[in-house]
């Protein structure tokens, strides 16, 4: 949230172009004009004022908490809710995705996977390898913008696509990826979605939010009787995501799990931005890696069939497709 600050009075430049305060009286034949008094009650009150946003804005930067953004979306419509059901789980893994930063420490994949396990048994989802009637997949790690990656005349990135889709409804991604096409006279509308000159209100946050990197977590539910043919029906899915500065990596995916877990199977017309406190540090019991294979291996799930769905889900939430995947 930005803050408006007001400063009263003439505005001079400080050192190297940086805004600097109010200009001091200016002399005038040799001798300085004082202020009258309605100035300086002017100038009282935007001194207050200002003092009131670093505070605020202050008060922002230092907080614990943590910006959630979450998207939640049905693949089939219902109008309702997916209530909570039998499950087997498999995990896509981590994703660096976009420019490369140091000092980023990802959390172990069964601290992912106990938190998941945790997260969806409180919501009364049950891990079963015998008749599930979910499949959950799950992708977590962290997405930047990739100034790598080769642009494409008139066309969008793929980097650029996902970030959007992270942050954006199926609805509010298509018609911002619209307007970046329009204005580029690029070609590839899609012409189920509008397509506006100007982005106003919740696309143009989308497009704000898009250009932060974001640490984030996916979770995709899809119906497990189609699964035993082969085929991928998609239930529900669910997005979460925080801005990179929110924290150490291996607290706040957890952290993304536990907050984003009451919008598993929900379908919301609009992002939902929340503020979480991070969550105590899973441990590891060090049998959740192991309760999801037994469920897989007794799920009779084609093995090929789900590692081709996970490869093709990661590819499209990294913006990297083919061998240059990001690992």
């Known amino acids: 949230m930005g803050y408006l600050c007001v400063y009263a009075g003439n ?29 300086l009650r002017l100038f009282g009150f935007g001194a207050l004022l200002a003092a009131a946003c670093v ?5 922002g930067v230092f907080s614990d908490n943590i910006e959630m953004l979450v998207v939640a979306e ?62 959950i997949t799950t992708h977590w790690g962290v997405l930047r913008t990739d100034h790598r990656e080769i642009r494409i005349p008139y066309a969008l990135k793929p980097n650029l696509t996902a970030r959007i889709e ?3 409804t199926t609805r509010m991604a298509d018609e911002v990826e619209n307007h970046l096409l329009l204005n580029r006279r690029g070609s590839g509308l899609n012409d189920s979605a509008s ?20 640490y984030f977590v996916i979770v995709s539910a899809y119906d497990y009787k189609a699964m035993l043919g082969n085929q991928a029906r998609l239930l529900w899915r669910t997005k979460v995501s925080a801005r990179d500065v929110s924290g150490a990596m291996d607290s706040v995916i957890p952290t993304l799990i536990a907050g984003g877990a009451r919008f598993f199977g929900q ?10 406190s991070p969550s105590s540090p899973v441990q590891p019991a060090g049998a959740a890696l192991g309760e999801i294979r037994a ?3 007794s799920s009779g799930i084609n093995s090929a069939f789900i590692q081709g769905l996970l490869r093709a889900e990661r590819e499209k939430y990294s913006g990297v497709g083919g061998d240059g995947a990001s690992t």
């Open 11 to 39: 505005h001079t430049p400080g050192p190297e172009g940086n805004p600097g305060g109010p200009s001091p009286p200016s002399p005038v034949g040799g001798r300085t004009i004082p202020m009258n008094p309605s100035s």
């Open 55 to 59: 505070t605020r804005a202050a008060a």
């Open 74 to 135: 049905h693949g089939v419509s219902t109008g309702a809710a997916a209530a909570p059901a039998p499950f087997v789980a498999f995990d896509g893994g981590y994703i660096e995705a976009g420019d490369s930063v140091a000092g980023d420490t990802p959390p172990a994949p069964d601290t992912v996977t106990r938190s998941l396990l945790d997260a969806l048994a409180a919501r009364g989802f049950q891990l079963t390898g015998n008749s599930p009637a979910i499949v």
């Open 166 to 168: 992270l942050v954006g």
């Open 195 to 214: 397509a506006p000159r100007l982005l106003v209100g919740a696309e143009e946050t989308v497009l704000e939010s898009a250009r932060q990197p974001r």
């Open 267 to 276: 379908d919301l017309d609009q992002v939902q931005d929340l503020e979480l």
């Open 295 to 297: 469920a897989q291996q």
